[in-house]
């Protein structure tokens, strides 16, 4: 069964602190990517990769990073997070085929910044 | 990214079927129409896409209209486990692997 998981389902950072938020794909996909998830606005790329050492940004890129150094994490960091980025952070892989390239999206952290 | 509009709301009864509407006027030739859903606290997952030609799988059908301008998600039996958020994302070779969602339609499965 394809899996994608997440570091955790729930974390409770404070304003200031830098949180690491991981994400492991058992399905050998080339590509990864982060969203958040806020109410009235959907579903936001933050960030994506479609190789190891790669990234490019996505829409609202501002205020994180990312790191891939293995084809199967991906690590979306926040050097100092704020309370606006209290949000559903959501972690999604796919195989690099236009068409019939469904992602596969792990179950999402909740983070909450004080 | 060509735009999706779906209702903003539906309601079904249990075991009826669901037809879930997507316009996509401005929908360009190699488009493809997918559609995910999002069970409650979890993330989304993939139902099925299309391009041009009706679409059938295990969980749902998908109707393409000649025009490709709209879209439905047919969901033949609904039951309360399909109570979700469904979205209709349009996949262009120019986005590459990106997924743009919208609100979406949130359906309600009454027993």
């Known amino acids: 069964d394809v899996k994608v998981t997440q570091s955790s389902r729930y974390l409770v950072k404070r304003t200031g602190e830098k949180v690491f938020l991981e994400c492991v794909q058992d399905?050998?996909?080339?590509?990864m990517f982060w969203y958040r998830q806020d109410p009235g606005l959907g579903l936001r790329l933050i960030y994506f990769?479609?190789?190891?050492?790669?990234?490019e940004k996505g829409d609202i890129p501002e205020g994180y990073s990312v790191s891939r150094e293995k084809k199967e994490r991906f690590s979306l960091i926040l050097e100092s997070a704020s309370t606006n980025q209290t949000s559903m952070y959501l972690c999604?892989?796919?195989?690099?085929?236009?068409?019939?390239?469904?992602?596969?999206f792990g179950p999402g952290t909740r983070l909450t910044v004080l | 990214d060509a735009k999706t509009t779906q209702p903003n709301s539906m309601e079904s009864n249990e075991e009826e079927p669901v037809h879930l509407p997507c316009n996509h006027s401005?929908?360009?030739?190699?488009?493809?129409i997918h559609w995910y859903r999002q069970l409650p606290s979890q993330g989304p997952e993939y139902v099925i896409h299309?391009?041009?030609s009706n679409v059938n799988n295990r969980m749902a059908s998908l109707a393409i209209a000649e025009d490709r301008k709209s879209s439905t998600l047919i969901l033949h039996r609904a039951t309360l486990r399909d109570a979700a958020v469904y979205y209709c994302?349009?996949?262009?070779?120019?986005?590459?692997?990106?997924?743009?969602f919208g609100e979406g339609t949130q359906l309600t499965v009454n027993p």
């Open positions: 990769s479609y190789d190891v050492k790669m990234k």
């Open positions: 299309g391009l041009t």
């Open positions: 401005t929908i360009s030739g190699t488009d493809y």
């Open positions: 999604a892989s796919n195989a690099d085929r236009v068409g019939t390239d469904t992602q596969y």
């Open positions: 399905m050998d996909h080339e590509n």
């Open positions: 994302i349009l996949r262009s070779r120019a986005s590459g692997s990106r997924l743009t």
